[in-house]
């Protein structure tokens, strides 16, 4: 399966973007969908995630109300809509996908088994 993050820009603070992460060569299967972001100099941290089968979302505490993680099975999609976008969210932003009964957090990127090449999220003040 190969991943394919886009949707990443300049934009101002307070605007809004919506981060693609589409799978090819594969469907996500019965697992889990998650973005992830690195900043320069900084370590990657996990963004939201999504099961791909009932749809249940998680989120990093700091970002909950801002961000919303949504999924298409129909087109093999997963969303990332980032709305009143602040100049700390500054970042490459990066989708990945963990296979069904993986287990451990679902912030560890080393639980994952697919990662997209990143996508790069610009906030300007």
């Known amino acids: 399966v190969q991943l394919q993050a886009s949707g990443g820009g300049l934009v101002q603070a307070g605007g809004s973007l919506r981060l693609l992460c589409a799978a090819s060569?594969?469907?996500?299967?019965?697992?889990?969908v998650s973005w992830f972001r690195q900043a320069p100099g900084k370590e990657r941290d996990f963004v939201a995630a999504?099961?791909?089968?009932?749809?249940?979302?998680y989120y990093a505490d700091s970002l909950k109300g801002r961000f919303a993680i949504s999924r298409d099975n129909a087109k093999n999609s997963v969303y990332l809509q980032m709305n009143n976008l602040k100049p700390e969210d500054t970042a490459v932003y990066y989708c990945?996908?963990?296979?069904?009964?993986?287990?451990?957090?679902?912030?560890?990127?080393?639980?994952?088994?697919?990662w997209g090449q990143g996508t790069q999220v610009t906030v300007s003040s």
């Open positions: 999504i099961t791909w089968i009932g749809g249940r979302t």
């Open positions: 990945a996908a963990r296979r069904h009964g993986r287990v451990g957090p679902l912030s560890n990127g080393n639980s994952y088994d697919y």
């Open positions: 060569g594969g469907t996500f299967g019965a697992g889990t």
